[in-house]
């Protein structure tokens, strides 16, 4: 058979509003260059749209004209990679999720550990953000707690109490194997959040040994700017938070 031919089987298996690249084609390394012309002649043939470099959908029409690939489906080219996670949205769209703010940020932050993530979905900007640790599928429910403490100050709308007792809820939910993984993680980011998860940790007495590290891993002489008072917290005082 050939690559055409192939592809177009594949293609036509393949739902409308789906996004595919050549894996899904299940093209093999000799078939590359011959595969990616034929697609760029059903891009022409308006069979196929570019959903971006590599990835291509099966443009769909209604009553009100085409309509494009969810938005998730389109973001998702962008966080995986060969099927494996590799990045995270994070930012005001994260904390909007979360319930953190109502405010709908008109771009959105991926955050990966060795790129910058940038591009456009629909109408969104994709704007690149830092990761402080390797991103998997299993650190990202830490990484996202942790960004709100490090964001804990510009999340838009957030009065710092209702943001401490989610932090507070959220951690309560962690077993002995989360809360070590949060630590381990914690320590890769900034001193502020190390001592902020500290301050957390400890009003809620949790992981001694764990205490111990974050507070080995600031600075006695430094200070935290939260605007955190130890009536709304405690602990901050014994960690520098301010």
């Known amino acids: 058979m050939k690559v055409t031919d192939k592809i177009v089987a594949k293609i036509n298996r393949i739902d409308t509003g789906d996004v595919f690249g050549y894996d899904t084609l299940g093209l093999k390394s000799d078939e590359i260059i011959a595969g990616s012309k034929a697609l760029s002649r059903l891009v022409g043939r308006g069979v196929i749209k570019r959903a971006r ?67 456009i979905v629909g109408n969104v900007i994709i704007r690149p953000s830092k990761s402080y640790v390797r991103v998997t599928s299993d650190t990202i429910k830490y990484l996202e707690l942790l960004d709100v403490i490090k964001d804990l100050n510009t999340i838009p709308d957030l009065q710092k109490s209702d943001g401490l007792d989610y932090l507070k809820k959220t951690i309560y939910n962690f077993d002995t194997i989360e809360l070590k993984k949060l630590i381990t993680y914690g320590v890769a980011y900034p001193p502020k959040v190390r001592a902020l998860l500290g301050a957390l940790l400890e009003v809620m007495n949790f992981d001694t040994a764990g205490l111990s590290i974050l507070k080995k891993s600031i600075n006695p002489s430094s200070s935290y700017d939260y605007g955190i008072t130890p009536k709304m917290l405690s602990t901050a005082n014994s960690w520098n938070i301010v």
């Open 53 to 119: 470099k590599g990835y291509y959908y099966k443009p769909k029409v209604s009553l009100f004209g085409e309509q494009k690939p969810r938005e998730d489906a389109l973001l998702s080219l962008y966080l995986f990679e060969k099927n494996k996670q590799v990045a995270y949205i994070t930012g005001t769209r994260l904390y909007n999720r979360l319930g953190l703010t109502t405010q709908v940020p008109s771009s959105i932050r991926v955050a990966s550990l060795d790129k910058q993530v940038k591009g």
